[in-house]
């Protein structure tokens, strides 16, 4: 797997989202739960939409997902991950109604496919305003390391 | 459930006349002269005076970012052509392109205005230049540093600034689900170009066969070159008016029979509960709350083609063909062709016709409809026409009845 850090647009980090961009610092995935009723929440928001509770906390996940879809991506849009790199759409085994955008890494595009099982790998990004570690997926079956 | 019978206000209005600028990949012309071209042609072809303009509807209004997107606010027309509005409106946040439709069906309806101009005016070609698409996207330059916020914070964070793979994801998951296949959705594009070569102001004309389709660099898988629509400049404006103030007027009025404006499922690109299909869904479904009219009353079909696969999510979502089956409707080419049981984008749509961006198709409907559409009219006298802008979390559709 190659060290070289893509350029990426970092997010801009706030309180609503800051667990979600951060948490790879401790190896893992944080998604925001309401602590009334368990569901989790994302995007971040401010109030749980099943029950409108405001008591709501980061909560590690186990960072193991399924492909939903995805898209070999050939265009060099903007400076980037080397072409071509596969864009996905996973969900959470914890939800599967929590869907998150990201990129599928450490195998050849061409071997991703739907209903794939991958887990978590944070691309590390030093940044002044707060190191941001970006959440990839990898096949579940070649994880090893949380470094992508 | 069905809509009140006196609550559907749209269908006490209707088009009563359209323009167009000017139309090229870049005319790098003052993108208010081309909106203004096509304003007062649209205007005129009403047979209206500018004093008889009360009102302005745009999609999306004045913004500075993305450059090209749009070429005038409402303000910049109310203002150029010194009308006095009672009623004006530019938005982004709206149902699709379409929605500044709707929101002058509304404000006639309501009783604000008789008769709204609407346009839509992009100068993308321009915009890009010689540098093509990436002239426009960040992460260049200074923008290189910028932080990504709101919307833009689940996508350019992994690199995928473009609706094209948003969109092509959506159509792996319908081929997933569906067996929709790449040759299918090739006759989307087939079918634009072939129309594109009858049509004048169309970017691509040249013919295109399934091989050049299949040869064309892949974007992002499925999608290739020609799934994607064409960047270009120009201005698209119509009327919508009051139909008892229609009645003089030198044109049959179009009627807005019923309008599609839902979005049920959650605004996102990631997080709608239907990955193979979108707003689309709720839309579509909408509009025949609104109508007694039915999808077989259907003469032709101008729908969305950003990206090909719209084309075929909003099939199925007009339910113009079953669920999952959109693919084998246009296989082939015959059912969608001029001369087919459902003439679909006429014109050549976005993908060969440019990216006019939703008011092209009403445009052309219009045309349809009025059987001013210059070698390659639809015979028959189409009465019924379906127009349907957008896709992800904004949608839009609208059914016209010539009166």
Known sequence: MTTDVPFRILPQLDDRNRHFWTSGAQGVLQILRCQQCGYYLHPPTPICPECRSTDLAAEAVSGEATVVTFSINHQQWMPGPEVPFVAAIVELVEDPSVRLRTNIVGCAPDDVHIDMAVTVVFEHHPDPDGDIYIPLFTPRSSSGGTEA | ?403
Not at chain 2, 1 to 7: G, Q, S, Y
Not at chain 2, 136 to 147: A, D, L, T
Not at chain 2, 215 to 223: F, G, V
Not at chain 2, 313 to 337: K, T
Request: proline share 4%; aromatic share 6%; with cysteine.
């Open chain 2, 1 to 403: 459930m069905r809509a009140d019978e006196n609550d559907i206000i749209e269908r006490r209005t209707g088009i009563s006349g359209i323009g167009q600028s000017e139309i090229g990949r870049r005319l790098y012309r003052d993108p208010l002269q081309l909106t203004l071209e096509a304003c007062l042609a649209a205007i005129d072809d009403a047979g209206l005076t500018i004093d008889d303009i009360d009102g302005v509807s745009t999609y999306p209004g004045s913004m500075a970012q993305p450059v090209g997107y749009t070429g005038a606010g409402a303000i910049d027309v109310i203002d150029a052509l010194r009308i006095k509005a009672k009623y004006h409106n530019g938005a982004l946040e709206t149902s699709g392109q379409l929605g500044s439709i709707v929101n002058a069906c509304l404000a006639v309806g309501a009783g604000l205005a008789d008769h709204v101009l609407c346009f839509r005016s992009v100068w993308e070609g321009s915009a890009q230049g010689s540098a093509g698409r990436a002239a426009v996207m960040p992460g260049q330059g200074e923008s290189s540093s910028v932080k990504a916020s709101g919307f833009s914070e689940w996508s350019l964070p992994f690199s995928m600034p473009s609706a094209a793979t948003w969109i092509a994801m959506y159509a792996q998951r319908h081929m997933h689900l569906y067996g929709t296949t790449e040759e299918q959705l090739a006759w989307v594009a087939l079918n634009a170009r072939r129309n594109a070569e009858r049509n004048p102001n169309a970017i691509y004309r040249d013919p295109m066969t399934m091989d050049d389709y299949l040869a064309a660099r892949m974007i992002s898988s499925p999608l290739r070159l020609f799934d994607c629509d064409v960047p270009c400049d120009g201005a698209t404006a119509v009327i919508v008016s009051r139909r008892e103030r229609a009645a003089d007027l030198p044109k049959p009025l179009l009627r807005i029979e019923a309008v599609g404006t839902a979005m049920a499922g959650r605004p996102s690109w990631d997080q709608f509960d239907d990955l193979s299909t979108m707003s689309t869904r709720d839309a579509g479904a909408h509009l025949w709350t609104r109508t007694d009219l039915t999808p077989s009353d259907v003469d032709i079909a101008q729908l969305y083609d950003g990206f090909s696969f719209l084309t075929l999510s909003w099939l199925e979502a007009l339910g113009l063909c079953p669920v999952g089956e959109s693919g084998a409707f246009v296989e082939g080419g015959e059912r969608i062709a001029l001369d087919g049981e459902l003439p679909l984008n006429t014109s050549g749509g976005q993908l060969s016709g440019g990216r006019l961006h939703g008011y092209g198709f009403l445009h052309e409907a219009a045309l349809q409809l009025w059987g001013e559409a210059d070698g390659r009219q639809v015979t028959g006298d189409p009465q019924v026409a379906v127009v349907a802008a957008g896709g992800g979390n904004t949608c839009g559709c609208l059914l016209l009845v010539k009166e």
